[in-house]
């Protein structure tokens, strides 16, 4: 019984897991993924982009899992896991490299002079007890003046001459400098990381800001006051003025802008006041003409004063 | 050379607004080429754009001059017209006055315009209003203010004065030295 052809009709309605292609598929199982270098087909492309779609994607899951059941295997509990192998495409860092330390002042310092760093042991060689001690921290070498069951004494000290508390005092004094130094450094390096305003510098400008307006305060607007000796001059705001080269179409638009305003702002304006047409008699003028330039007002009180005048000599 | 501030612009703006009214529009939005108001040594210059980029090469006090000069600020903040603006004013002018041929050479030599000389005026042209000055032949001569109303000046006397003198095309020849 010859069973090849039903053996090729089988094989024909399930396609083959191999899959080839003229540029072998690129599989990267550790990231599950696929790449497909081959030139896109034209004609299967233009003739039906769906199936097209499809048929390359079957393709290339086709790769995967075949590739997948060519790692080896562990047995669990779970069912068998593929042990994935070291990825190859190379993928750049989630996150930014971590910024260098800024360098603290001694740090700058020490560059700016070529000091190279001498690495200190944390313990130190004690010649009386011939072991290594603690240069700090647990039974430290700094404490140990301070704690000796006996010390000496200056031949000419005071009464109260304490060698443990000058000692302890010279090592309180080295750890508070250090920490002073330290936050110094912190400050600086905020300051110069971000743009956000330190309040000392803040205070500083609010304390010119109120100086300079206290200068002008004066009756002679501060021209004529007593200068004091290192007073700095006063600075003006700068002025600042457009550039020259901006685009016309934003200087057109700025000068139409103005226009319209400054037409709006003067219909505001209008108080004509509505006369009856007679024209022939400028008002303002003939007032101006017989009160020789006073005006109306100076006029009006003129006239009231003569009038009081006149009533009081009848009386 | 640089671009007016917004104030300067208001009062450059209001002093052409008073000869051209809402003419002003065209200077600013010109249909060919863009054009632009640049300040340089005080005077105001209304220059198309191309040129001015030409002259922001050349050094501050090299340069004389660029376009046509409208006028010139003075200390005190106030915009003064020179005769050089005339050709634009003349093109958009709302209110004109024509004076007779035997008025002209008065006018020329930095007088005002007096009745006996006034040709034909702008109906309805109000008091205190710029206005262009031409001869009878439409040529023009120069602008002033107007001293009455056109419905005032009927009743008025030959030689009072009826447009206040500003500029004249005269001023190109005695103010040769300090006009440019």
Redo the contacts between chains.
């Keep these: 019984m010859d069973v090849s052809s039903i053996l090729a009709s089988h094989a024909e309605k399930y396609k083959s897991i191999t899959v080839e292609k003229a540029n072998p598929l690129e599989v990267d199982a550790a990231y599950l993924t696929v790449t497909d270098p081959n030139p896109i087909d034209v004609d299967s492309y233009d003739n039906d982009l769906e199936e097209h779609l499809q048929s390359l994607a079957r393709d290339g899951t086709q790769a995967l899992i075949s590739s997948l059941f060519q790692l080896p295997i562990n047995r669990s509990d779970d069912g068998p896991l593929a042990q994935l192998p070291a990825p190859i495409a190379p993928l750049p860092r989630a996150k930014h490299l971590p910024k260098p330390k800024p360098p603290t002042k001694w740090e700058q310092f020490a560059a700016a002079k070529g000091i190279q760093h001498k690495k200190r042991d944390k313990k130190e060689w004690d010649e009386e007890r011939q072991e290594w001690v603690n240069r700090w921290g647990r039974d430290g070498k700094n404490r140990q003046l301070e704690e000796q069951w006996i010390t000496e004494v200056p031949l000419h000290a005071d009464i109260d001459h304490d060698p443990r508390k000058i000692a302890r005092d010279e090592r309180k004094a080295r750890v508070a400098k250090n920490q002073k130094q330290q936050q110094g450094n912190i400050a600086r390096a905020q300051s110069s990381s971000s743009a956000q305003p330190q309040p000392r510098e803040e205070r500083k400008k609010d304390i010119d800001r109120t100086l300079s307006s206290a200068r002008v305060s004066t009756a002679s607007m501060g021209r004529f006051d007593k200068k004091l000796e290192g007073e700095k001059k006063m600075r003006g705001v700068k002025r600042k003025f457009d550039s020259n080269e901006q685009g016309g179409d934003s200087e057109r638009k700025n000068s139409l802008a103005l226009l319209s305003k400054m037409d709006s702002d003067s219909r505001k304006m209008r108080t004509r006041p509505s006369s009856g047409g007679d024209e022939t008699v400028n008002v303002r003028k003939a007032v101006k003409f017989v009160s020789k330039g006073k005006g109306a007002v100076a006029m009006g009180k003129e006239a009231a004063s003569k009038k009081k005048f006149k009533s009081g000599k009848r009386k | 050379?640089?671009?007016l501030?917004?104030d300067e612009?208001?009062t450059l703006?209001?002093k052409l607004?008073n000869y051209v009214g809402k003419n002003?529009?065209h200077l600013?939005?010109r249909p060919d080429e863009?054009y632009?108001?640049?300040l340089h040594k005080d005077r105001v210059f209304y220059v198309s754009?191309s040129s001015?980029?030409l002259a922001?090469s050349v050094a501050r006090p090299n340069l004389v001059s660029m376009g046509i000069c409208f006028g010139k600020f003075s200390k005190s903040g106030k915009f003064k017209l020179h005769i050089t603006a005339l050709d634009y004013l003349a093109q958009y002018a709302k209110f004109k006055v024509w004076i007779k041929p035997n008025g002209e050479m008065p006018f020329l030599y930095g007088n005002h315009v007096v009745k006996a000389h006034l040709g034909r005026i702008t109906e309805d042209t109000p008091?205190h209003q710029g206005v262009v000055v031409y001869s009878m032949n439409d040529t023009p001569l120069g602008f002033g203010v107007t001293a009455r109303?056109t419905?005032?000046t009927r009743?008025l006397d030959p030689t009072a004065i009826i447009v206040f003198h500003q500029a004249d095309v005269g001023e190109y020849l005695r103010d040769e030295d300090t006009l440019f």
């Design positions: 050379m640089r671009p501030t917004e612009s208001k703006f209001t607004a002003l529009v600013i939005d863009p632009c108001f640049r754009e001015m980029r922001t008091e109303s419905t005032e009743k």
